[in-house]
């Protein structure tokens, strides 16, 4: 993947302090106007929700498909987005996906529609219109 071509859709890049990062890795994302932020030294903890969610990726995605290429992957890892993102319920938010419309009425009276999701991995429930 190039930088260039996405760079103006992160304004960050979290990473621990391992000497394998380089000031050239350093100056591809910056270049890319990208900010560099490293986690505390001696902290592995601060780097959980990038881990978290890399196990989550894993465990309900990755780890059930055989990817044949790039472009695959690229495909998988923007329906995973979708359905982690739009359907899947988070136990923190009291089981509402992120990207929820809190002020939306649901007419619970009409009957629920499964729909598979991530290549048929994942199934997503929702009534009907």
């Excluded at 350093?26 to 001696?42: A, E, H, M, N, R």
């Excluded at 890399?54 to 309900?60: D, H, Q, S, V, W």
Aim: aromatic content about 10%.
């Amino acid at each position: 993947m190039d930088v260039g071509e996405c760079a103006s859709r992160f304004k960050f890049l979290i990473r621990d302090r391992d000497g394998k990062f380089s000031k050239a890795f350093d100056q591809v994302f910056t270049g890319g106007g990208i900010q560099i932020l490293k986690i505390l030294p001696q902290a592995p903890r601060a780097n959980c929700y990038a881990e978290r969610f890399a196990g989550t990726l894993r465990r309900e995605c990755l780890d059930h498909l055989l990817i044949y290429g790039e472009w695959h992957l690229r495909r998988v890892l923007a329906e995973f987005e979708r359905h982690y993102n739009d359907h899947r319920p988070h136990q923190s938010r009291d089981q509402t996906p992120p990207l929820h419309e809190p002020g939306r009425v649901i007419d619970m009276s009409a009957p629920v529609r499964r729909t598979k999701a991530v290549s048929g991995l994942n199934n997503q429930y929702g009534r009907a219109a």
